[in-house]
């Protein structure tokens, strides 16, 4: 018999199944046709900054001279957890060396907080819309997302403490909250962190607190992190990642904190079964620490300057209607579409202006139930103010052609 014929009766996983395409990464492969003819693709479905990495980072990858590149230690090395307690301490956190864990980007964190806390079947509860990537990990560990709504009219608020408290039960193990929130933008007040911290205190939960875009507040409202909530300090767990603060997506360097000793212990567990977390990023890392306020500041500036742009020109499309972001570098649009995915595959299939087009990630991705956000997209304002405004005229092009149709 045939080996090929034999291969066609095997059966891939369940969970492979239930695994949700990235609304960030789906439509890649028609981005990349549409740029093998010759269209000039505006990529605004995903966070990857054209801000230069601060020269120190740079410096450091230039400047390698070791002549073995070694597993570095599964927690990560000691000298980049040091160097990280003394940018925690500017914003009001206090922490050890020994409470900072290097993980493998901010993703392998939030994974390596799910497998470490959850088991299968056991709930998390998340705003929706929230980081795609939070559900996909949650069904990676065998664990079941519970959500609580937030509406695109109102700026992404949070609702009422109830609805949390209405999703709670006896599998409830913890809350994930992203603040400065991915995709939204929205930062939540020190009154709702308060309220979280009180339920996650009544209930015994854990908290897990993506603080990857602390850096970007465009409000004059303080950042809260979880480590500033009284009475929890046992029960949070924080991501982080340099990825976005330094414009180092591709080095994969993140952390997963926490006081809680029993947490770490079993997150080291999974640390020691990968190994190692990489090393040449963590030495590009390290040095980027020491980036100069000035070069973050110039981000902030620049980063803000983008949002007041963006926002404002999607406004003045007719049908598009766009809040405005507090932090991070997302926003979440609604169009006069029906399906935003397909109008999403459409602009990279179908359509161009003068040779150009557009890439969007599709709002739906972003909600636990994806009949929800059928009407709306993320965009990342990580490109510079020139090319955000084609990307805007190109926007509003493929409407009037889409709806014409």
């Known amino acids: 018999m045939p080996f090929s014929h034999i291969c066609t009766d095997m059966e891939l996983s369940q969970r492979s199944h239930n695994m949700p395409e990235s609304p960030i990464r789906k439509l890649a492969k028609y981005a990349d046709a549409a740029k093998r003819n010759g269209v000039k693709v505006y990529h605004l479905n995903i966070g990857q900054p054209d801000i230069l990495t601060p020269e120190c980072g740079l410096e450091a990858a230039r400047n390698l001279d070791r002549k073995i590149?070694?597993?570095?230690?599964?927690?990560?090395?000691?000298?980049?957890?040091?160097?990280?307690?003394?940018?925690?301490?500017?914003?009001?956190?206090?922490?050890?060396?020994?409470?900072?864990?290097?993980?493998?980007?901010?993703?392998?964190?939030?994974?390596?907080?799910?497998?470490?806390?959850?088991?299968?079947?056991?709930?998390?509860?998340?705003?929706?819309?929230?980081?795609?990537?939070?559900?996909?990990?949650?069904?990676?560990?065998?664990?079941?997302?519970?959500?609580?709504?937030?509406?695109?009219?109102?700026?992404?608020?949070?609702?009422?403490?109830?609805?949390?408290?209405?999703?709670?039960?006896?599998?409830?193990?913890?809350?994930?909250?992203?603040?400065?929130?991915?995709?939204t933008g929205y930062l939540y007040t020190r009154n709702e962190m308060r309220q979280i911290r009180d339920i996650v205190r009544k209930h015994n939960l854990f908290l897990f607190s993506d603080e990857v875009y602390r850096d970007f507040i465009y409000t004059k409202a303080p950042y809260i992190s979880a480590f500033h909530l009284e009475g929890i300090e046992q029960n949070v767990v924080l991501i982080d990642s340099v990825s976005k603060r330094y414009s180092e997506c591709g080095i994969r360097i993140g952390a997963l904190i926490t006081k809680n000793k029993e947490v770490r212990e079993a997150v080291m567990k999974f640390c020691q079964a990968r190994l190692s977390p990489p090393l040449i990023g963590q030495l590009i890392a390290e040095a980027s620490v020491s980036t100069p306020h000035e070069y973050m500041e110039q981000v902030y500036d620049e980063y803000l300057d983008r949002r007041n742009f963006l926002v404002n020109e999607l406004n003045k499309i007719d049908g598009v209607f766009s809040p405005t972001p507090m932090g991070a570098f997302y926003t979440m649009v609604k169009l006069p579409v029906d399906d935003a995915e397909k109008f999403c595959e459409w602009c990279l299939t179908d359509f161009q202006y003068n040779g150009e087009t557009i890439m969007m990630a599709p709002g739906n991705g972003f909600y636990t139930d994806p009949g929800e956000g059928r009407d709306q997209v993320r965009m990342a304002y990580v490109l510079n103010k020139e090319d955000l405004g084609k990307a805007i005229v190109v926007l509003r092009k493929a409407l009037e052609a889409y709806n014409s149709k």
């Open 69 to 183: 590149l070694e597993y570095s230690p599964s927690q990560g090395h000691l000298s980049l957890r040091t160097k990280l307690v003394s940018y925690y301490a500017e914003y009001g956190i206090d922490l050890s060396p020994d409470e900072i864990i290097i993980t493998t980007g901010g993703s392998e964190a939030v994974m390596f907080a799910y497998m470490a806390c959850l088991d299968p079947g056991d709930e998390i509860i998340v705003t929706d819309p929230s980081y795609a990537n939070y559900m996909a990990f949650a069904i990676s560990a065998g664990a079941v997302v519970k959500s609580v709504k937030t509406n695109i009219e109102d700026g992404f608020r949070l609702p009422p403490v109830e609805e949390f408290e209405k999703q709670i039960t006896p599998k409830t193990k913890a809350i994930l909250i992203c603040n400065p929130n991915n995709p």
